[in-house]
């Protein structure tokens, strides 16, 4: 169940990102980097406020509606929401104080509230491992959100309109799907329930949008310190890295957590550490040989997605900001299951203070020396001092897996697929998207081969029931 949960929300993620490539590659081309800036500006803070707005409501919706058990959480989460979305006129106060003009800063802070909406809707789904579903709202938002900037930007090139553009494609998504996660809600608004809401889910709230913030800290020092149009070169690269490499971590963990919950609720402590051990192997299996090889061929990708006014720096920082995924996902998509568990949403707040803490201080002094390449560097330092501190909290909350056995050959195949990729990159001497093809092929097949050696994952046990399965289904077939 674990792998077809997660195949099916890699599937919705992997053509996801694919889009959002295309986003990459057709907005860097039909904007400067000013404009792009602006937009990324905007996003960035509209993922802060977003998070804000729906963070009191992920706990309820993870340990209540994912039970299945006829509890319907949903009346008390859209008014909730709806109560939120009053602290609007606040938001664009900051959006102003953070450097946004007026017109970026309203379209802004609609994102922000179309984005919230988003996430809520795919929450409830996602609960009830509805990822057919999910996919379908995932997909729609991604290429509306490519068709719909097109259009914004053969309008006029604004960053204004594009904000304008995304807004759109989220609440086209939400309207999709609308009749799936929210059909049959009773709208209703008791104050002594949303004020036991608010209780429990303020730290992880706080939590989450400290995270938020020092997810995109970084952009805003950029702009401060070096320019919006920095800031949107900069981003452009770390977008890039992150389309390619979270939404697999993503659609595994999407799978994880609810099953996680499930199985801790029905069948205990063992047995979900169990259930954690096989998912942390899996993760790691996935996301670490995708960022090792992605950072080996980083400047091929970037040649080839981003507009000409973007290369040169994301070529610098794109292998760094690579290395930092692999943190950032152990941390976020793993070893916060320890705090969910637990239910210690305290751990969220602690965490992300080091985190933010350590951003904020490493962007200022490593911009300042660096220029706008010591943010990666920043980047990477934060979210090693979130993974390092995240992991001494589990040891006081729910204590999940870490088998290093069983992540060690991973490590060794990983590093030894990269290598082969970076020797054989010398010696290429093709166009960049032919380049990208060879090296991607290479070493898919190298870390493949070592992972069958290894039997990472449990691979041959897992191909071996795949090929059974398929050989009696064609049988039956050829029966019928």
């Not at 950029?222 to 900069?234: S, T, W």
């Amino acid at each position: 169940m674990i792998i077809g949960q997660a195949s099916i929300n890699l599937t919705a993620n992997v053509l996801s990102a694919l889009l959002g490539l295309g986003c990459v590659f057709v907005f860097t081309r039909l904007f400067s980097p000013h404009e792009y800036g602006v937009y990324l500006l905007g996003v960035g803070f509209a993922s802060v406020i977003s998070v804000f707005l729906v963070g009191w409501f992920r706990n309820i919706i993870l340990s209540g509606h994912a039970r299945n058990d006829g509890t319907d959480v949903r009346g008390l989460v859209i008014s909730g929401y709806l109560v939120c979305c009053l602290t609007a006129p606040i938001a664009y106060a900051i959006a102003r104080l953070v450097g946004l003009d007026p017109v970026a800063a309203l379209a802004t802070v609609a994102l922000s509230v179309a984005i919230g909406l988003f996430e809520l809707t795919q929450d409830l789904v996602r609960a009830r491992l509805l990822a057919l579903s999910a996919m379908k709202a995932t997909l729609v938002r991604a290429a509306g959100l490519l068709a719909l900037g097109a259009v914004a930007a053969l309008a006029s090139p604004s960053g204004f309109l594009l904000l304008l553009a995304a807004t759109f494609a989220y609440l086209l998504a939400v309207f999709v799907q609308s009749r799936t996660a929210w059909r049959g809600t009773s709208f209703k608004f008791d104050r002594s329930d949303f004020l036991s809401l608010a209780k429990t889910g303020l730290p992880l709230t706080v939590s989450l949008t400290l995270l938020a913030i020092s997810s995109v800290t970084d952009r805003f020092v950029i702009a401060n310190l070096v320019g919006e149009a920095d800031a949107g070169r900069y981003v452009a690269g770390l977008d890039l890295v992150r389309q390619t490499l979270m939404m697999p971590a993503m659609s595994m963990a999407a799978a994880f957590f609810p099953m996680a919950v499930q199985i801790h609720a029905r069948q205990g402590d063992d047995a979900v550490r169990s259930h954690l051990a096989e998912c942390v192997e899996l993760l790691l299996a996935v996301t670490l040989p995708a960022a090792l090889g992605f950072a080996a061929i980083s400047s091929h990708v970037a040649n080839v997605l981003l507009g000409p006014e973007f290369r040169e720096l994301a070529i610098q920082i794109m292998p760094i900001l690579a290395v930092a995924v692999v943190f950032q996902v152990l941390t976020q998509q793993y070893l916060h299951a320890s705090f969910l568990l637990s239910g210690r949403n305290s751990f969220y707040l602690i965490n992300t203070a080091s985190i933010i803490a350590a951003n904020v201080i490493l962007s200022y002094v490593l911009v300042h020396l660096f220029g706008t390449v010591g943010a990666a560097w920043a980047r990477l330092a934060a979210d090693v001092t979130g993974f390092a501190c995240a992991l001494i909290l589990t040891r006081f909350a729910f204590r999940v897996p870490l088998p290093l056995g069983r992540l060690a050959p991973i490590l060794i195949a990983a590093l030894t697929m990269a290598l082969i990729v970076a020797a054989l990159d010398r010696g290429l001497h093709v166009g960049d998207l032919t380049a990208c093809a060879i090296l991607a092929g290479l070493g898919l097949v190298s870390y493949a081969a070592l992972a069958w050696v290894f039997d990472i994952a449990r691979a041959r046990g897992r191909i071996k029931r795949a090929l059974a399965l398929f050989r009696t289904r064609f049988a039956n077939n050829d029966i019928g």
